[in-house]
């Protein structure tokens, strides 16, 4: 109906994923985010952090549960899109997944006992049950990508005519790609959470909603998404490194390079023509690839001719992916630099706050968002797209993968369908709850609304308030 | 006992986990469905209050399920996908709505549209799904799955339709057994309890009915089961006939805590009964489990992971349920 069978199932896969992934973020990222939060409250019984805390984990509440039904949708989907790899490789990558199940109870349980526990949980033990949250999310995303790592470059197995006839169980786990993907992932999560949170509370101030809540929240936010800049950068160098040793045609692809040559070319931008092998509209660096991977401008790399024309990756979509990640990862990176340099600049001379809350840095803070989600995206188009014609690097393609059903258009368009309703009303969830107010410490979560904790008279202790918001479980 | 037996034994546990925790949850979801007159609403919230804290962790014993078949078995797993291709996809349709329609509902404020939408929703797919997972499971006894079955396959015969209807109403008859006990522990909700008692004396008569009627069904459509089920299944047909009787008999007498026990042994005796008449197979006449299996290496791998994980999970389980069962279960 819409493409060939293969084409729906890949469309089909990626839609879901990426859908999941723009979710699962969350789940990663802000346990982290209420562990600060929720424990400055308990040290400082200040009502800011308090509410900060409480919508935050509402806003979880809802994410969690997206993440949670959108994943089911995708174990489910390995075995109805891609049968034939499954029964090929699901015992390789059994390790990886089953762990990951495992974290997904210790997320799920903790969960539950952090969401409905206000009122039959202590404040401290409260406050413990969100670690189990924010580790096994954590693990969780380092065991996923790790099988997605060993798509990647598989190793530690035996092949015999198509059939695995032996695999080392550990192999997902201790593959070249796995540390370097998994902790990339990982702090993408965390950039795009702290960027989301920035995010919304910068737009909150720029409507002229300038109060403690919104001032703190935003601060949270951005400091999270661009401490991790820096890291993220060295750590999508390893990434890089791996790939230019383990899939070069990938690399080729993601660098626009056609041709195997010394003194490479560094491409930024432009769109890649497969039939001239010309990068239109794109600024050359001379030799800056060479550089950039051997650090010497003679370094030979391998371009996409190492390949038959029809075994190459998309090139033009891996490209424009690839330096919209690395381009939105370094602009986050220079308003990093730029913010310490003036945040040093303000201390030095008594300036509070630190950050500047002037109408340009709120917008610059607000973009970190949009930034980060893109970049996230943008790099798993690289992954994924780059790999092609595999699922399994150099083993089997996606077209041996994929199911031979019929039905397959019919499940795309309901998925899709299905996945943009409950998209549509998740956005407008979202959006109440973020342009609600605050959840302020008198008024439980079904109360009236109530006004702004105002300033910084927020700062008094409200320990002793504690028995009133109890009603305000969710 | 073999890597593979097992493997397979940690499966059908986590199954009856499934089945008693969330099939319970999908029961409620039934239940609201159904619920009518003043009452309703209450009724209602009386179902979202239970679910809240436990419904997530519940589901995932499903994706600990998938998961270790796939890892364990999966040349089975990629033709068993296949051929159930059309329950599953229906199956996840209402896991997904189920869970946005619950959360959306809980957290929406109405800014998605009306709660009553969203609970709707939430109702429909509750029952849809244990529907088309009886389906699922009882397809892979009739030996219709192969390689190359068509879409409708599962639903090619009498016993495995009238295999999901009795998966609804199993969960329905859990869901209502937990619920009396949870209604009776507040003093706001206590005059639910005779409403739900009614209502899981109603689902264990039903479920008794349908059982009768299954069994012909599976003579005439899964033979090679049948002929199994007569071999092996006896000690948990009586099992599970003595638990269901015991539990009208116990319900009828307001004990809802024992009543928990003899539904819960009843429901894992009708899966074990299946269990032991479908060995060694995973889908008659097209995937035996030896067959099927994973190396050895990758087998013993999953198994310490399983037993490593276990332990830290269960106690965390407990932890879950202990702290939100107990007298101050209020709706809040
Ligand atoms: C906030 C998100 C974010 C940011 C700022 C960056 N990346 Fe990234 N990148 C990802 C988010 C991401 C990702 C979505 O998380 C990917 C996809 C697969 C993976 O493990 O991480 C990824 C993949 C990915 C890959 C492909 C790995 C593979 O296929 O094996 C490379 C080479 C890089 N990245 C390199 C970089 C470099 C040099 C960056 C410089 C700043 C950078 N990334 C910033
Ligand atoms: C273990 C983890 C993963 C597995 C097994 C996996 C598997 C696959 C498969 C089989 C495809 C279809 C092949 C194709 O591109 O034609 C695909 C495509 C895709 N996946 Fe992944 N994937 C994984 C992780 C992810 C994650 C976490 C994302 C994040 C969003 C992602 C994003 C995509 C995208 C965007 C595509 C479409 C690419 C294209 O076809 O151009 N993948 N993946
Ligand atoms: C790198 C990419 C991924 C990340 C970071 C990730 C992360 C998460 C997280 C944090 C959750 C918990 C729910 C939440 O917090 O929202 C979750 C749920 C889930 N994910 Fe993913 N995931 C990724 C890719 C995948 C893939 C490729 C699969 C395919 C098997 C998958 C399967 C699941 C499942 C089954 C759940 C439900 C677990 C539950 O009930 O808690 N995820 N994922």
């Known amino acids: 109906m819409l493409g060939s069978t293969l084409t729906d199932a890949r469309i089909q896969t990626g839609f879901s994923l990426a859908f999941h992934i723009v979710f699962a973020v969350f789940g990663v990222g802000l346990p982290w985010l209420l562990i600060v939060t929720e424990g400055r409250w308990l040290k400082t019984g200040d009502a800011v952090w308090l509410a900060l805390t409480r919508k935050w984990a509402r806003v979880m509440a809802v994410l969690f549960a997206i993440g949670a039904v959108s994943g089911t949708v995708l174990s489910f989907e390995f075995g109805l899109l891609w049968p034939a790899f499954m029964a090929r490789y699901g015992g390789v990558l059994g390790l990886p997944f089953t762990l990951e199940a495992f974290a997904f109870f210790a997320e799920a349980i903790f969960i539950g006992l952090y969401l409905y526990g206000w009122k039959r949980l202590s404040p401290r033990a409260h406050w413990l049950t969100l670690w189990p949250i924010a580790i096994s999310g954590t693990l969780s995303t380092l065991f996923i990508v790790t099988a997605n790592a060993w798509m990647n470059v598989p190793t530690g197995i035996k092949e015999v005519n198509g059939k695995v006839v032996s695999a080392e169980p550990l192999a997902p786990l201790t593959g070249p790609g796995a540390l370097p993907e998994s902790l990339h992932m990982l702090l993408a999560a965390i950039m795009c959470t702290g960027g989301v949170v920035a995010a919304v509370y910068a737009v909150g101030m720029l409507r002229g909603r300038r109060d403690a809540y919104h001032r703190r929240g935003f601060r949270v936010g951005l400091v999270t998404v661009l401490a991790a800049a820096p890291v993220q950068l060295v750590v999508g160098d390893l990434a890089a490194r791996v790939v230019e040793k383990y899939q070069p045609a990938k690399l080729a692809a993601m660098e626009a390079l056609p041709h195997t040559r010394d003194h490479a070319p560094l491409t930024l931008g432009g769109i890649y023509d497969p039939d001239t092998g010309k990068t239109r509209f794109g600024i050359e660096l001379p030799d800056g690839l060479s550089l950039l991977t051997g650090f010497r401008t003679d370094k030979t790399i391998r371009g996409l001719d190492i390949l038959p024309a029809k075994e190459q990756p998309a090139t033009p979509v891996v490209h424009l992916a690839f330096d919209t990640m690395v381009g939105a990862g370094m602009a986050i990176l220079a308003l990093a630099a730029l913010l310490a340099v003036v945040a040093l600049w303000r201390r030095r001379k008594g300036v509070r706050p630190l950050i500047p809350l002037a109408k340009p840095w709120l917008i610059a803070g607000a973009l970190t968002g949009p930034a980060a989600m893109a970049a996230m995206l943008a790099g798993w188009e690289v992954t994924e797209a780059g790999r092609q014609p595999w699922i399994v690097y150099g083993r089997m393609t996606v077209r041996e993968a994929a199911t031979t059903s019929g039905g397959i258009a019919w499940s795309l368009v309901a998925t899709v369908l299905v996945y943009l309703g409950l998209a549509a009303a998740l956005v407008l969830i979202l959006r109440r709850l973020a342009t609600g107010a605050p959840p302020s410490s008198a008024a439980g979560s079904d109360g009236p609304p109530p006004q702004d904790p105002d300033e910084d008279g927020a700062t008094e202790p409200r320990h002793t308030e504690r028995p009133e918001l109890e009603g305000a479980a969710r | ?332």
């Open chain 2, 1 to 332: 006992m073999t890597a593979v037996n097992l493997l397979l034994a940690v499966i059908i546990c986590a199954l009856a986990a499934y089945a008693l925790l969330a099939g319970a949850d999908f029961g409620a979801g039934v239940w609201d469905l159904l619920a009518r007159g003043r009452r309703a609403d209450r009724e209602r919230r009386l179902i979202a209050h239970a679910l809240g804290p436990v419904w997530e962790a519940n589901h995932v014993w499903l994706i600990f399920v998938i998961v270790a078949t796939f890892s364990g078995f999966p040349t089975a797993f990629g033709l068993i996908a296949r051929g159930l291709e059309l329950p599953l996809a229906f199956a996840l349709a209402g896991i997904v709505l189920r869970g946005a329609a619950y959360v959306y509902r809980a957290y929406g404020e109405g800014a998605a549209g009306p709660d009553t939408l969203w609970s709707r929703v939430f109702a429909v797919a509750s029952s849809v799904t244990p529907f088309m997972l009886g389906v699922s499971g009882a397809a892979l006894a009739t030996g219709k799955v192969t390689a190359d079955s068509g879409p409708l396959a599962p639903f090619d015969s009498a016993f495995t339709i009238v295999s999901g209807v009795f998966a609804v109403i199993v969960t329905a008859f859990l869901a209502a057994v937990y619920l009396c006990h949870d209604a009776g522990t507040d003093a706001d909700t206590e005059d639910l309890v005779p409403v739900f008692r009614r209502k899981a004396l109603a689902a264990a008569t039903l479920a008794g009915l349908v059982s009768l009627a299954l069994l012909p069904l599976l003579y005439q459509d899964a033979p090679t089961v049948a002929h199994r089920f007569t071999e092996r299944s006896i000690p948990f047909v009586v099992l599970a006939a003595a638990c269901g009787f015991g539990s009208i008999a116990v319900i009828w007498k307001r004990r809802y805590v024992l009543a928990r026990a003899t539904a819960a042994t009843a429901v894992i005796a009708v899966l074990l009964g299946w269990a032991a008449a479908q060995y060694p197979d995973l889908a008659v006449g097209a995937a035996t489990a030896r067959d099927s299996a994973a190396g050895a290496a990758n087998l013993h791998a999953l198994l310490i992971a399983m037993a490593f994980g276990m332990t830290v999970i269960l106690p965390a389980f407990f932890l879950l349920l202990k702290v939100f069962s107990g007298p101050e279960a209020k709706p809040e």
